[in-house]
């Protein structure tokens, strides 16, 4: 009887453990081409190896660019259509012998259909400027202040120059009442340094917008003192002619 209990007991073990094997196997999954990894414990879908996809992480599309970060997203985030209208230029805007990476969108100038501006006259301003920082890319229109100065005059806006002084110069309005807005990189950040803007409108036909000691104001300037401004800002300096590339072809 005691012999019997044993060899029952025996199977009873026997039978628990092959039913663990069972349950288990689930957790084991190859590596071929589009498996689906599940859990060891539901058996349900957790992932699905994509080998393609894998190799792009492994070895990013500019591995040894310092923007790889920037170039990857983007191609990565943007359909065939977006990347071929996009275009890059790289310049060193500071003089600090490291290269700004400048990105590109096209825009109708001067408020566009709605100013009777013909889609012929479409022109590319650089929308986006990233530079390195320790060895690494930053967006230098990430600060939600820099970023709302940097979008100033919207649909108005005509224009966006790198000035051979190292100075940004952006423009818009009208061709006749035009308004400047300027940034310069300074210890590696885009820093705001005047808008200038001249008004359609006898009591503020020219009018200045500052930042002093931390208070941001608009203030009344009168018409030689506009163009005193504009002179100190762009000191005489010229328009940089950008190289512009599409960037389906960058790193090529």
Not at 110 to 119: E, L, M, Q
Not at 123 to 130: D, S, T
Request: charged content about 25%; hydrophobic content about 35%.
């Amino acid at each position: 009887m005691r012999r019997l209990q044993v060899i029952i007991l025996l199977c009873a073990v026997l039978w628990l453990c092959t039913s663990c094997r069972q349950e288990a196997a689930p957790s084991t999954a190859t590596t071929s081409p589009n498996t689906t990894i599940t859990s060891g414990i539901s058996g349900n879908p957790v992932a699905t190896y994509d080998p393609e996809s894998a190799s792009k992480i492994a070895n990013p599309l500019f591995p040894d660019d310092p923007y790889a970060s920037v170039l990857n997203k983007l191609f990565s985030s943007l359909s065939k259509e977006e990347l071929s209208s996009k275009h890059y230029a790289l310049y060193d805007i500071d003089g600090d012998g490291t290269d700004e990476l400048l990105l590109d969108r096209s825009i109708l100038p001067w408020g566009g259909k709605n100013a009777g501006v013909p889609d012929a006259e479409k022109v590319f301003i650089f929308e986006r400027l990233f530079t390195l920082r320790d060895g690494h890319p930053v967006e230098l229109t990430e600060s939600v202040t820099v970023y709302a100065l940097w979008a100033y005059m919207g649909d108005l806006m005509a224009g966006r120059d790198v000035l051979s002084n190292g100075v940004i110069r952006g423009y818009g309005g009208s061709p006749d009442y035009t308004s400047y807005i300027y940034f310069k990189i300074s210890d590696g950040d885009l820093k705001f340094l005047r808008v200038v803007q001249h008004y359609e409108s006898e009591e503020y036909n020219y009018m200045q917008y500052i930042i002093r000691d931390g208070e941001e104001t608009w203030e009344k300037i009168s018409e030689d003192e506009f163009y005193l401004l504009r002179k100190e800002f762009e000191d005489d300096a010229e328009v940089v002619k950008l190289d512009w590339h599409p960037l389906t072809e960058y790193g090529k």
